[in-house]
């Protein structure tokens, strides 16, 4: 049984995400998208409400290999944790490489037995962000195709919300 974990701060879970995610169920015999903190990024979403938000669009999908958890701390304890045998990332534009390759090193030398594979994002998702999706939403732009409608509802909720404490 072939377990891959897909992590990432989702914040929030877009299609592009959603691409990665779907390829890599039709791979490995199990996936389980990780819900992590990035100490470095600030999110506009808690954890909690990440991984709630992940759930409905997972389960939306009908995709039955794959489940939805968190983590605190390193990603490769969580994926010994798992019993994973494998770390799936998406990469888009030549601004994701660096980084990347940064953290499959890192977790490399942390835990060798562990493979970090790379998918390359579907060309028509190559520019997309949860961030730009966050600006989109916040000016009030329409990020049709670019994120699940479920995501676009909660997105707007939080900026409203966001918006009276300010
Ligand atoms: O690609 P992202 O969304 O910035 O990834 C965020 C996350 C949470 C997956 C990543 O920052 C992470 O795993 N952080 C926990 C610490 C860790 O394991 N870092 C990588 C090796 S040092």
Redesign the pocket.
């Known amino acids: 049984m072939t377990t891959a974990i897909c992590?990432?701060?989702?914040d929030p879970v877009t299609n592009g995400h959603l691409d990665i995610i779907t390829r890599a169920a039709g791979i490995f015999d199990e996936v389980i998208v990780a819900v992590?903190?990035?100490?470095d990024?600030k999110t506009l979403f808690t954890i909690e409400e990440r991984v709630a938000l992940l759930k409905k669009v997972i389960d939306d999908t009908g995709l039955k290999n794959v489940r939805v958890d968190y983590f605190e701390?390193?990603?490769?304890n969580y994926a010994r944790a798992q019993k994973a045998q494998v770390i799936v990332k998406g990469l888009r534009a030549l601004s994701d490489f660096e980084y990347e390759f940064q953290?499959a090193l890192?977790?490399k030398k942390?835990a060798p037995e562990l493979e970090t594979m790379f998918m390359m994002t579907e060309h028509k998702y190559a520019f997309l962000s949860s961030s730009l999706v966050k600006q989109i939403v916040l000016f009030g732009g329409n990020p049709e195709g670019l994120i699940p409608p479920v995501v676009f509802e909660s997105l707007q909720a939080k900026m409203a919300e966001v918006r009276e404490r300010v």
């Open positions: 992590p990432g701060s989702f992590g903190n990035n100490p990024k701390g390193l990603q490769v953290m890192t977790n942390l």
